[in-house]
Nanobody, 126 residues
Framework: QEQLVESGGALVQPGGSLRLSCVASGFSLGDKNVGWFRQAPGKEREWVSCISDGDGSTFYTNSVKGRFTISKDNAKNTVYLHMNSLKPDDTAVYYC???????????????????WGQGTQVTVSS
């Protein structure tokens, strides 16, 4: 079975940090673009970050740039999202997605990703 499993979500206070993990099984992330998306209640799914399979370039939406860092460990078949200085507006279910894409990952939209995880809840509240 080809699966992506996110973990690491939790309840944290504003200003806190979390590291989300996205572990792939049944397929390799080595030749995949991997993206992080989030969806808050009543809001549309939002692209957060991605890392390209080619040169490993990373990209971020403006609201998280400077606070979040995406990284990839091919040996562990895992992608991480380090989140610092968390804000209440970061509260959402976070999903990872993977797909073999020809171009830089920031050029693609959610519907173009074929592999999705089940999501992990991040709640930022005092």
């Amino acid at each position: 079975q080809e699966q992506l499993v996110e973990s690491g979500g939790a309840l944290v206070q504003p200003g806190g940090s979390l590291r989300l993990s996205c572990v792939a099984s049944g397929f390799s992330l080595g030749d995949k673009n991997v993206g992080w998306f989030r969806q808050a209640p009543g809001k549309e799914r939002e692209w957060v970050s991605c890392i390209s399979d080619g040169d490993g370039s990373t990209f971020y939406t403006n609201s998280v740039k400077g606070r979040f860092t995406i990284s990839k460990d091919n040996a562990k078949n895992t992608v991480y999202l380090h989140m610092n200085s968390l804000k209440p507006d970061d509260t959402a279910v976070y999903y990872c997605a993977a797909e073999r894409l020809a171009l830089s990952c920031n050029l693609y939209h959610a519907y173009e990703y074929g592999h999705w995880g089940q999501g992990t809840q991040v709640t930022v509240s005092s």
